[in-house]
Protein backbone atom coordinates (compact mmCIF):
# COMPACT_ATOMS: atom_id res chain seq x y z
CA UNK A 1 0.00 0.00 0.00
CA UNK A 2 1.23 3.57 -0.99
CA UNK A 3 2.51 5.48 2.37
CA UNK A 4 0.74 8.46 3.34
CA UNK A 5 2.37 11.55 0.93
CA UNK A 6 3.75 14.48 4.03
CA UNK A 7 3.20 17.92 2.31
CA UNK A 8 5.91 19.62 4.34
CA UNK A 9 7.64 22.60 3.78
CA UNK A 10 10.96 20.02 3.40
CA UNK A 11 9.54 17.96 0.74
CA UNK A 12 8.10 20.96 -1.07
CA UNK A 13 11.53 22.18 -1.42
CA UNK A 14 13.23 19.00 -2.45
CA UNK A 15 10.87 18.51 -5.17
CA UNK A 16 11.22 21.90 -6.59
CA UNK A 17 14.88 21.59 -6.25
CA UNK A 18 15.13 18.60 -8.41
CA UNK A 19 12.46 19.22 -10.99
CA UNK A 20 14.02 19.39 -14.66
CA UNK A 21 14.20 22.39 -16.84
CA UNK A 22 13.40 20.54 -20.11
CA UNK A 23 10.04 20.69 -21.24
CA UNK A 24 7.87 17.43 -20.84
CA UNK A 25 10.85 15.28 -18.63
CA UNK A 26 9.63 13.50 -15.74
CA UNK A 27 10.55 15.29 -12.69
CA UNK A 28 11.61 13.19 -9.77
CA UNK A 29 8.58 13.44 -7.73
CA UNK A 30 6.71 12.19 -10.61
CA UNK A 31 9.46 9.39 -11.27
CA UNK A 32 9.14 8.02 -7.63
CA UNK A 33 5.30 8.32 -7.42
CA UNK A 34 5.50 5.67 -9.84
CA UNK A 35 8.16 3.45 -8.83
CA UNK A 36 9.23 1.28 -5.83
CA UNK A 37 12.35 2.17 -4.40
CA UNK A 38 14.22 -1.50 -3.22
CA UNK A 39 16.86 -1.67 -0.79
CA UNK A 40 18.73 -4.07 -0.62
CA UNK A 41 20.46 -5.13 2.84
CA UNK A 42 23.88 -6.57 2.64
CA UNK A 43 23.27 -8.95 5.71
CA UNK A 44 20.51 -11.38 6.75
CA UNK A 45 17.78 -10.46 9.27
CA UNK A 46 17.53 -9.57 12.46
CA UNK A 47 21.41 -8.10 12.45
CA UNK A 48 22.26 -5.04 13.06
CA UNK A 49 21.93 -3.75 9.58
CA UNK A 50 18.83 -5.15 9.32
CA UNK A 51 17.85 -3.26 12.01
CA UNK A 52 18.97 0.02 10.86
CA UNK A 53 17.31 -0.60 7.70
CA UNK A 54 13.97 -1.60 8.71
CA UNK A 55 13.48 1.62 10.98
CA UNK A 56 14.93 3.78 8.30
CA UNK A 57 12.66 2.86 5.51
CA UNK A 58 9.50 3.92 6.49
CA UNK A 59 11.63 7.55 6.91
CA UNK A 60 13.62 7.61 3.51
CA UNK A 61 9.89 7.60 1.94
CA UNK A 62 8.68 10.11 3.61
CA UNK A 63 11.36 12.33 2.75
CA UNK A 64 11.94 11.51 -1.08
CA UNK A 65 10.00 13.37 -3.51
CA UNK A 66 7.05 10.94 -4.32
CA UNK A 67 7.17 8.90 -1.32
CA UNK A 68 7.96 5.76 -2.69
CA UNK A 69 7.18 2.56 -1.19
CA UNK A 70 10.81 1.25 0.04
CA UNK A 71 10.82 -2.53 -0.25
CA UNK A 72 13.15 -4.28 1.99
CA UNK A 73 15.41 -7.19 0.19
CA UNK A 74 18.28 -9.09 1.97
CA UNK A 75 21.23 -10.11 0.45
CA UNK A 76 23.36 -12.03 2.67
CA UNK A 77 26.65 -13.39 1.88
CA UNK A 78 30.44 -12.95 1.23
CA UNK A 79 30.22 -10.44 3.89
CA UNK A 80 28.52 -8.16 2.08
CA UNK A 81 30.27 -8.08 -1.45
CA UNK A 82 27.21 -10.35 -3.11
CA UNK A 83 24.79 -7.29 -2.40
CA UNK A 84 27.84 -5.10 -2.87
CA UNK A 85 28.43 -6.54 -6.25
CA UNK A 86 24.83 -6.71 -7.29
CA UNK A 87 24.43 -3.23 -7.07
CA UNK A 88 27.33 -1.85 -8.96
CA UNK A 89 27.10 -4.61 -12.28
CA UNK A 90 23.38 -5.74 -12.05
CA UNK A 91 21.12 -3.31 -9.98
CA UNK A 92 18.75 -0.74 -12.14
CA UNK A 93 20.86 2.32 -12.30
CA UNK A 94 17.75 4.41 -12.87
CA UNK A 95 17.45 5.58 -9.22
CA UNK A 96 14.52 2.50 -8.37
CA UNK A 97 17.98 0.53 -6.00
CA UNK A 98 20.05 1.31 -3.27
CA UNK A 99 21.40 -1.08 -0.76
CA UNK A 100 22.95 -0.67 2.66
CA UNK A 101 26.22 -2.13 2.41
CA UNK A 102 28.84 -3.11 5.05
CA UNK A 103 31.77 -1.28 5.86
CA UNK A 104 34.52 -3.42 4.98
CA UNK A 105 32.99 -3.41 1.81
CA UNK A 106 35.26 -0.43 1.35
CA UNK A 107 38.73 -1.86 2.11
CA UNK A 108 37.90 -5.70 1.08
CA UNK A 109 38.72 -5.25 -2.83
CA UNK A 110 42.62 -3.71 -1.82
CA UNK A 111 43.50 -6.20 0.15
CA UNK A 112 41.52 -9.24 -1.39
CA UNK A 113 43.10 -11.92 -2.90
CA UNK A 114 40.94 -12.65 -5.38
CA UNK A 115 39.78 -10.26 -8.00
CA UNK A 116 36.25 -9.13 -6.73
CA UNK A 117 33.23 -8.24 -8.59
CA UNK A 118 32.96 -5.00 -6.55
CA UNK A 119 34.87 -1.57 -6.35
CA UNK A 120 33.62 0.71 -3.71
CA UNK A 121 34.95 3.61 -6.12
CA UNK A 122 32.50 2.94 -8.78
CA UNK A 123 29.04 3.66 -6.81
CA UNK A 124 27.78 6.12 -5.69
CA UNK A 125 27.77 6.90 -1.66
CA UNK A 126 24.16 8.12 -0.53
CA UNK A 127 26.02 8.45 3.32
CA UNK A 128 26.01 6.17 6.62
CA UNK A 129 23.69 6.39 9.64
CA UNK A 130 26.18 5.71 12.36
CA UNK A 131 29.63 5.79 13.33
CA UNK A 132 29.72 2.27 14.53
CA UNK A 133 32.42 0.55 17.18
CA UNK A 134 32.99 -3.48 18.25
CA UNK A 135 33.51 -5.15 21.31
CA UNK A 136 34.17 -8.57 21.74
CA UNK A 137 32.46 -10.41 24.84
CA UNK A 138 31.95 -13.79 26.12
CA UNK A 139 29.49 -15.97 27.84
CA UNK A 140 28.95 -16.10 31.42
CA UNK A 141 31.27 -19.79 32.08
CA UNK A 142 33.82 -19.11 29.75
CA UNK A 143 37.55 -18.86 31.25
CA UNK A 144 38.12 -15.15 29.27
CA UNK A 145 36.16 -12.50 31.73
CA UNK A 146 38.78 -10.32 31.37
CA UNK A 147 41.72 -8.35 28.59
CA UNK A 148 44.22 -9.80 30.69
CA UNK A 149 42.50 -13.21 30.23
CA UNK A 150 42.29 -13.14 26.65
CA UNK A 151 46.51 -13.05 26.56
CA UNK A 152 46.49 -16.40 28.65
CA UNK A 153 43.19 -18.47 28.53
CA UNK A 154 41.76 -20.29 25.00
CA UNK A 155 38.88 -19.35 23.40
CA UNK A 156 36.69 -20.23 21.16
CA UNK A 157 34.38 -18.11 19.10
CA UNK A 158 32.41 -18.11 15.99
CA UNK A 159 32.18 -15.36 13.03
CA UNK A 160 30.02 -15.46 10.18
CA UNK A 161 32.29 -15.15 6.63
CA UNK A 162 35.55 -15.23 6.43
CA UNK A 163 35.88 -11.52 5.73
CA UNK A 164 33.51 -10.06 8.18
CA UNK A 165 34.86 -7.78 10.55
CA UNK A 166 33.67 -10.60 13.39
CA UNK A 167 36.46 -12.96 12.43
CA UNK A 168 39.18 -10.35 10.82
CA UNK A 169 39.44 -8.87 13.85
CA UNK A 170 39.96 -11.61 16.80
CA UNK A 171 42.03 -12.80 13.82
CA UNK A 172 44.31 -9.43 14.21
CA UNK A 173 44.39 -9.58 17.77
CA UNK A 174 46.26 -12.85 17.95
CA UNK A 175 48.46 -12.28 14.95
CA UNK A 176 49.78 -8.65 16.25
CA UNK A 177 49.15 -8.93 19.74
CA UNK A 178 49.36 -12.96 21.11
CA UNK A 179 45.98 -14.20 21.53
CA UNK A 180 44.74 -17.42 21.45
CA UNK A 181 40.85 -17.62 19.48
CA UNK A 182 39.76 -20.32 18.14
CA UNK A 183 37.70 -18.88 15.86
CA UNK A 184 35.03 -20.63 13.82
CA UNK A 185 33.91 -18.85 10.59
CA UNK A 186 30.71 -19.92 8.79
CA UNK A 187 27.45 -19.10 11.13
CA UNK A 188 24.82 -17.30 8.39
CA UNK A 189 24.42 -14.32 11.24
CA UNK A 190 24.72 -12.77 14.52
CA UNK A 191 21.57 -14.65 15.78
CA UNK A 192 23.01 -17.82 14.88
CA UNK A 193 26.02 -17.15 16.86
CA UNK A 194 24.23 -15.97 19.94
CA UNK A 195 22.21 -19.36 19.84
CA UNK A 196 25.48 -21.40 19.29
CA UNK A 197 27.03 -19.22 22.46
CA UNK A 198 24.26 -20.00 24.57
CA UNK A 199 24.53 -23.66 23.40
CA UNK A 200 28.23 -23.91 24.54
CA UNK A 201 29.18 -24.50 20.92
CA UNK A 202 31.35 -21.20 20.99
CA UNK A 203 32.38 -19.25 24.06
CA UNK A 204 32.17 -15.71 22.89
CA UNK A 205 32.11 -13.02 19.44
CA UNK A 206 33.10 -9.82 18.48
CA UNK A 207 30.44 -8.02 18.09
CA UNK A 208 28.77 -4.55 17.25
CA UNK A 209 28.66 -1.74 19.97
CA UNK A 210 24.82 -1.62 18.78
CA UNK A 211 24.03 -5.01 18.58
CA UNK A 212 25.14 -5.84 21.86
CA UNK A 213 22.59 -3.23 23.60
CA UNK A 214 19.90 -4.70 21.56
CA UNK A 215 17.35 -8.03 21.36
CA UNK A 216 18.99 -10.82 23.40
CA UNK A 217 22.63 -9.22 23.95
CA UNK A 218 21.35 -6.47 25.73
CA UNK A 219 19.07 -9.00 27.92
CA UNK A 220 21.86 -11.64 28.66
CA UNK A 221 24.13 -8.44 29.46
CA UNK A 222 21.26 -6.86 32.20
CA UNK A 223 21.48 -10.35 33.68
CA UNK A 224 25.41 -10.80 34.00
CA UNK A 225 25.69 -13.66 30.90
CA UNK A 226 27.82 -11.65 28.82
CA UNK A 227 31.44 -10.41 29.89
CA UNK A 228 32.53 -7.61 27.96
CA UNK A 229 36.34 -8.15 27.47
CA UNK A 230 37.38 -4.99 24.98
CA UNK A 231 36.70 -2.19 22.34
CA UNK A 232 37.12 -2.76 19.01
CA UNK A 233 37.26 0.83 17.41
CA UNK A 234 38.99 3.93 17.00
CA UNK A 235 37.88 5.37 19.49
CA UNK A 236 35.98 4.97 22.82
CA UNK A 237 32.39 4.34 22.93
CA UNK A 238 29.94 6.24 25.75
CA UNK A 239 28.07 3.39 25.75
CA UNK A 240 30.36 1.03 27.20
CA UNK A 241 32.96 3.69 28.26
CA UNK A 242 34.40 1.79 31.26
CA UNK A 243 35.49 -1.67 28.76
CA UNK A 244 39.01 -1.15 27.82
CA UNK A 245 40.54 -0.34 24.62
CA UNK A 246 42.41 -2.66 22.48
CA UNK A 247 44.39 -0.43 20.67
CA UNK A 248 45.74 0.83 23.87
CA UNK A 249 47.41 -2.69 23.90
CA UNK A 250 49.22 -1.91 20.46
CA UNK A 251 52.14 -0.57 20.71
CA UNK A 252 54.13 -1.70 17.56
CA UNK A 253 53.80 1.54 15.00
CA UNK A 254 53.66 -1.14 12.36
CA UNK A 255 50.99 -3.27 14.29
CA UNK A 256 49.06 0.14 14.50
CA UNK A 257 49.22 0.99 11.16
CA UNK A 258 47.04 -2.23 10.64
CA UNK A 259 44.87 -1.75 13.13
CA UNK A 260 43.73 1.89 11.91
CA UNK A 261 43.22 0.83 8.71
CA UNK A 262 41.22 -1.95 9.70
CA UNK A 263 38.82 0.00 12.36
CA UNK A 264 38.83 3.33 9.81
CA UNK A 265 35.71 2.20 8.17
CA UNK A 266 33.90 2.17 11.27
CA UNK A 267 33.16 5.76 10.75
CA UNK A 268 31.32 4.85 8.25
CA UNK A 269 29.51 2.50 10.29
CA UNK A 270 26.14 1.88 8.16
CA UNK A 271 26.84 3.32 4.66
CA UNK A 272 24.42 3.20 2.03
CA UNK A 273 24.99 3.60 -1.99
CA UNK A 274 23.64 4.03 -5.32
CA UNK A 275 24.59 2.22 -7.90
CA UNK A 276 26.70 3.95 -10.90
CA UNK A 277 25.26 5.97 -13.58
CA UNK A 278 22.10 7.16 -11.75
CA UNK A 279 20.53 10.06 -13.21
CA UNK A 280 22.21 13.18 -11.25
CA UNK A 281 18.44 14.72 -10.29
CA UNK A 282 17.42 11.21 -8.44
CA UNK A 283 21.04 10.85 -7.09
CA UNK A 284 20.75 14.05 -5.35
CA UNK A 285 17.40 13.63 -4.38
CA UNK A 286 18.50 10.04 -2.56
CA UNK A 287 21.24 11.88 -0.68
CA UNK A 288 19.11 14.97 0.64
CA UNK A 289 16.39 12.42 1.46
CA UNK A 290 19.01 10.08 3.33
CA UNK A 291 20.19 13.05 5.15
CA UNK A 292 16.61 14.70 5.89
CA UNK A 293 15.63 10.96 7.10
CA UNK A 294 18.28 9.79 9.20
CA UNK A 295 18.06 13.79 11.82
CA UNK A 296 14.16 12.79 11.61
CA UNK A 297 13.57 12.60 15.57
CA UNK A 298 11.07 9.97 14.56
CA UNK A 299 13.61 7.60 13.39
CA UNK A 300 16.10 8.80 15.75
CA UNK A 301 13.35 7.89 18.73
CA UNK A 302 12.58 4.65 16.73
CA UNK A 303 16.17 2.82 17.32
CA UNK A 304 16.50 4.29 20.40
CA UNK A 305 13.82 1.84 21.47
CA UNK A 306 16.54 -0.78 20.23
CA UNK A 307 19.04 1.52 22.23
CA UNK A 308 21.18 2.23 19.37
CA UNK A 309 21.86 5.50 17.58
CA UNK A 310 21.95 7.54 14.92
CA UNK A 311 25.29 9.62 13.99
CA UNK A 312 24.62 10.55 10.41
CA UNK A 313 27.06 11.45 7.97
CA UNK A 314 27.11 12.22 4.31
CA UNK A 315 27.72 10.73 1.32
CA UNK A 316 31.17 13.01 0.30
CA UNK A 317 32.54 12.15 3.95
CA UNK A 318 32.08 8.12 3.14
CA UNK A 319 33.79 9.12 -0.31
CA UNK A 320 36.92 11.15 2.10
CA UNK A 321 36.92 8.11 3.86
CA UNK A 322 37.46 5.83 0.73
CA UNK A 323 40.02 8.17 -0.49
CA UNK A 324 42.05 7.72 2.36
CA UNK A 325 41.80 3.84 2.65
CA UNK A 326 43.03 3.65 -1.16
CA UNK A 327 46.32 5.82 -0.27
CA UNK A 328 47.46 3.40 2.52
CA UNK A 329 50.94 2.15 1.85
CA UNK A 330 51.85 -0.86 0.22
CA UNK A 331 53.27 -2.75 3.31
CA UNK A 332 50.49 -2.32 5.39
CA UNK A 333 48.16 -3.11 3.02
CA UNK A 334 50.48 -6.87 2.70
CA UNK A 335 49.62 -7.45 6.17
CA UNK A 336 46.11 -6.82 5.47
CA UNK A 337 46.29 -9.10 3.21
CA UNK A 338 48.03 -11.87 5.68
CA UNK A 339 44.56 -11.48 7.57
CA UNK A 340 42.31 -12.40 5.14
CA UNK A 341 44.20 -15.65 3.87
CA UNK A 342 43.20 -19.13 5.93
CA UNK A 343 46.00 -20.48 7.73
Not at 7 to 12: D, G, K, L, N
Not at 104 to 123: G, I, Q, T
Amino acid sequence: MKLKKFATAATIALSTAFLSTSAGAQTVEEFYSDNNLTLMVSAAPGGGADLYARAFAPFLSKHLPGNPNVVIANVPGAGGLTAAAQLQNSAPRDGTAIAALQRNNLYLPLVSAEKLAFDPREVNWIGSLNKESYVLITWENAPVKTLDDLFSQPLTIGSTSFNNENRTFPAMINEYLGSKMDIIPGYKGNDEIALAMERGEVQGRAVTTTSLLGGNDASWLAEGKLNVIAQLAMRPSPAVKDVPMILDKVTDPKARSVFEFMFLPLDAGRPFAAPPEVPEDRLAALRAAFEAAAEDPGFIAEVAKQNATVEMIAGDEVHKILDELYATSPDVLDQVKGLLVSK
